[in-house]
């Protein structure tokens, strides 16, 4: 594998943003060294290399940082053109269009669902599941137009959008067995249902994808501390 010593990702386990970054670096073959961050007490190279958000993912290529993860996604395709496949389309509208809907996913979906999952009213919660069905049938809407009748947002391979909206699956999966609610229903959306088992399942996907039960787990723990914080606000 290209990458190797060149190339340091700092990352958290459980963050769906990471999980964009290895992806994009096991699709593109690259080998590099992985740091677990502990983000209740981030490190120094964390703060100082990411000193504007304070997050990550961070990746390290040749010394010099790359922050956000769909900038560090293009960072990675255009600095190793030449491994793995091309995530973004070489035609400059096919590409504006990926990038299109590479934010819609970051400012209408994921908004959406953090309004759900954090909502403290049953109003405010119900508007935030109104506006994540909304929001994924657009999405059901973008594969069609985009695939062709082909497997992927990138058509025949995985793209820049794949990339970007797999790297939510383990949360999709997880928030599935937590609410028994389906985010990619086989029946309101049964191109997206079948993409993400399409796309779980490829060979250079499989491996990085988070264990489920420990995301389970783990979102258990974070709706207890949120729950405590509600009832703390409510005395």
Same mark, same amino acid.
């Given at each position: 594998?290209?990458?190797?010593?060149?190339?340091?990702?700092?990352?958290?386990?459980? $963050?769906?943003?990471?999980?964009?970054?290895?992806?994009?670096?096991?699709?593109?073959?690259?080998?590099?060294?992985?740091? +677990?961050?502990? *983000?209740?007490?981030?490190?120094?190279?964390?703060?100082?290399?990411?000193?504007?958000?304070? $997050?990550?993912?961070?990746?390290?290529?040749?010394?010099?940082?790359?922050?956000?993860?769909?900038?560090? #996604?293009?960072?990675?395709?255009? @600095?190793? @053109?030449?491994?793995?496949?091309?995530?973004?389309?070489?035609?400059?509208?096919?590409? @504006?269009?990926?990038?299109?809907?590479?934010?819609?996913?970051?400012?209408?979906?994921?908004?959406?669902?953090?309004?759900?999952?954090?909502?403290?009213?049953? +109003? +405010?919660?119900?508007?935030?599941?109104?506006?994540?069905?909304?929001?994924?049938?657009?999405?059901?809407?973008?594969?069609?137009?985009?695939?062709?009748?082909?497997?992927?947002?990138?058509?025949?391979?995985? &793209?820049?959008?794949?990339? #970007? *909206?797999?790297?939510?699956?383990?949360?999709?999966?997880?928030?599935?067995?937590?609410?028994?609610?389906?985010?990619?229903?086989?029946?309101?959306?049964?191109? *997206?249902?079948?993409?993400?088992?399409?796309?779980?399942?490829?060979?250079?996907?499989?491996?990085?994808?988070?264990?489920?039960?420990? *995301?389970?787990?783990? &979102?258990?723990?974070?709706?207890?501390?949120?729950?405590?914080? @509600?009832?703390?606000?409510?005395?």
């Amino acid at each position: 594998m290209a990458g190797g010593d060149d190339l340091k990702l700092l990352g958290m386990w459980a $963050s769906p943003f990471v999980l964009r970054v290895k992806l994009a670096l096991s699709l593109k073959g690259l080998s590099y060294e992985y740091v +677990e961050e502990d *983000l209740g007490n981030k490190s120094e190279l964390l703060l100082s290399s990411n000193p504007v958000h304070k $997050s990550v993912p961070v990746l390290f290529h040749n010394g010099k940082p790359v922050c956000e993860s769909s900038v560090i #996604v293009q960072y990675i395709d255009e @600095a190793f @053109a030449g491994a793995g496949p091309s995530l973004l389309p070489s035609d400059p509208y096919e590409r @504006a269009i990926a990038r299109f809907w590479v934010a819609y996913i970051d400012n209408k979906m994921l908004a959406a669902w953090t309004q759900a999952s954090r909502a403290k009213t049953e +109003e +405010e919660r119900a508007e935030g599941m109104k506006q994540s069905v909304a929001a994924v049938e657009t999405l059901e809407g973008a594969l069609r137009d985009c695939a062709k009748g082909k497997p992927f947002f990138g058509g025949d391979s995985v &793209g820049y959008v794949d990339v #970007v *909206l797999g790297g939510l699956l383990g949360w999709v999966r997880a928030h599935e067995e937590l609410k028994g609610v389906s985010s990619f229903d086989p029946e309101r959306t049964p191109l *997206l249902a079948a993409w993400a088992e399409r796309f779980w399942s490829l060979e250079a996907v499989e491996p990085v994808m988070p264990d489920v039960s420990r *995301l389970v787990e783990f &979102g258990k723990m974070l709706q207890a501390r949120q729950a405590a914080a @509600a009832a703390g606000d409510g005395n």
